[in-house]
């Protein structure tokens, strides 16, 4: 049971590249959610998904695509990349009742030149 | 809107001490919270969580909170601080409606031999 697992775990990108981080669980756990965690802003909701099929926007998600069409996997696609998305990406599941804690991924370090 | 504050952004201690950490969260109806630990390039681990009932919850490596309604409070406390514990502490509220977990900035924690 590997728990959530995000890949790559560190990235260089140049402006204007587009990229995906991946994110996968194996608790069958039926949300999941992608943050990004700045200094001094604590994590803040990108994307996340209730089920397969189903996504929604988080607090900051401009910039950002999601798609969710198995259970186990949620990527996190980056566009067009900008300096402004340099930050730490944590991916996070958890089961789908009342007041589940998420269990977290190592996380993503990603740094746009 | 559902928030989560953390006053103190850097908290140092001695090795021994107690230590207190403040949460307030801002927050309709009963919310479940949660506090975490991130150990520098590390995902987040659950250290407590609160749903309901007794509310003073255990949690590992020796930490309690307790959840104050009346004051909106969600204080982390440990008796004695180890070296170990030097990390960031991120306090969470879960709200019952979204399903969205909304995170405090974060105290990182300093402890002093």
């Known amino acids: 049971n590997a728990g959530v697992t995000q890949t790559p775990k560190f990235q260089v990108l140049k402006t204007g590249q587009s990229m995906t981080l991946q994110c996968a669980q194996d608790?069958?756990?039926?949300?999941m959610s992608w943050y990004r965690q700045d200094p001094g802003m604590g994590l803040r909701l990108i994307h996340y998904s209730v089920g397969a099929g189903i996504t929604d926007q988080g607090e900051v998600p401009n910039g950002y695509n999601v798609s969710r069409s198995t259970t186990e996997d949620f990527p996190l696609r980056l566009l067009s990349a900008a300096p402004s998305q340099t930050s730490v990406y944590f991916c996070?599941?958890?089961?789908?009742?009342?007041?589940?804690?998420?269990?977290f991924g190592d996380g993503t370090r990603l740094s746009i030149l | 809107a559902q928030s989560v504050t953390q006053p103190d952004i850097h908290i140092t201690v001695s090795e021994g001490a107690s230590l207190e950490l403040r949460c307030n969260y801002s927050?309709?109806?009963?919310?479940?919270l949660f506090w975490y630990v991130q150990s520098p390039g590390q995902g987040l681990q659950l250290l407590l969580k609160?749903?309901?009932?007794?509310?003073l919850v255990q949690g590992i490596k020796g930490f309690e909170a307790e959840f104050k309604r009346s004051q909106s409070s969600f204080n982390l406390r440990k008796p004695s601080v180890h070296w170990s514990d030097a990390a960031e502490y991120f306090c969470?509220?879960?709200?019952?409606?979204?399903?969205?977990?909304?995170f405090g900035q974060g105290t990182t924690l300093q402890v002093k031999p």
């Open positions: 969470a509220c879960l709200s019952s409606n979204t399903g969205k977990l909304i």
């Open positions: 608790m069958n756990h039926e949300y």
């Open positions: 996070a599941s958890r089961k789908r009742q009342e007041g589940q804690p998420q269990h």
């Open positions: 609160y749903f309901s009932g007794d509310t």
């Open positions: 927050y309709g109806a009963t919310p479940y």
